[in-house]
């Protein structure tokens, strides 16, 4: 067993397979052996700023001494119980709790176990749905270029059809229709609605939902879009009777500024699926929200129209404890403006950071810079820019690893400023300083 400050020695290197990675130029800069606020510790002693929060989900940083506190006296009481025939006050408590946060008309919860299963459950939700109406004609989903909801068959499907993460699987993968999202390789937002309104009248009796990230997309490439956008995806599908699922598994509770990226356009989906930040980057969970009007049409004497999912994991009492603690956190940082508009303090405040930092800065082979909440974006004009880029950045003490041309940011809400502009500072020697030396 590692302990702290000792390399543990293998026998056979590729004992663990490790994710997104040709696994024979996999480099790994040491163990991680512990983690406290927004810093995690290797091995060799090196501490290292944890600039993307663990894949976004860490938000109130490691180790937190409330939530570990709630875990500990959850784990002496219940961790874990089944949901099939079963419930605990736990996953009742968050549950009400999600409905009481989440936009208007959600009010029933599904839970799961990660991002990619709440997204399957979203999806063959809206599918049994049609199937429950007796339609069985509305088969087809419409999604967004440049997406990315997980990496199971169904999420594949709606994702990027160009992504490499695709490429053995094509027979396997359903044929959704894909519309550019506004700003998508120059796509106005004219162009973009009335490529969606022309799906939309052409097809509508072969849809079954509309899934995308609403305002920000994640992996897929950072790409934020008109809110707008969202509103006539609204219309559309209450004009041809679609259902608009949003996948908020990235953006929920809070990264984009309001505590759901959806409260950006001022819209209800009829599905939501959280994940990443819900419980705070301790245990893996998802909650699929629904709309009252989906609920009911699983409702009645027929077992056949009952939703047959149910993850072992499902409802996890630690991870609903934690997840509460979460939500305790999180609404402790609510503010109202003038407008009544809800948003989050942290991710407001670190917003106005990063725009003072960055909004005006350029530097050579920046290509665009995005800020939108707890989350900024600087775009190259060429990959290689980028080379060397992490292993430079962790010698400086800064965990931050770009997704092809994207350096990113997405730190968790509770960050200090002295952490936060060693990342930025680590940003920008990169391009003004190193970068420059390099392509000398
Ligand atoms: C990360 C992510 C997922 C997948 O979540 P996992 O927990 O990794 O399965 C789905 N959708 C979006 C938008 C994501 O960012």
New binding site residues.
Partial sequence: MPIKGQAYSQSNPNSLWYPYVQMSQLELPGQVVSAEGCTFELDNGAQLIDAISS?WCVIHGYNHPEINEAAKEQIDTLSHIMMGGLSHPWSQELADRLVDLSPEGLNHVFFAD????G?EVALKMSLQYWHNLGNTSKRKFVCLRNG????TFG?MSVGEPDDAMQIAFPELLMEPFFVKPPGFEETSLEDALSELRQIFRTHHQDLAAFIC?PIMQ??GGFHVYDPHYLKVVRELCDEYEVLFIV?E??TGLGRTGRLFAVDHAGISPDIMIL??ALTAGYL?M?ATLASTKVFESFWGKDPSKAFMHGPTFMGNALACRIALKSLDLLERDLQWDDQGVRTLKSVMDMESYFQEELSDWTAQGVASIRILGATAVVEVDDVNRLEGFALWARERGVWLRPIGPFLYTMPAFNMSRHDLEQIIQTIKIWFEVELPKREA
């Fill in positions: 894949w990660s991002g990619s299963v997204v990315y909801h997980g990496d999420a990230e994640g992996y996948d598994v990235a994940s990443k893996g998802s």
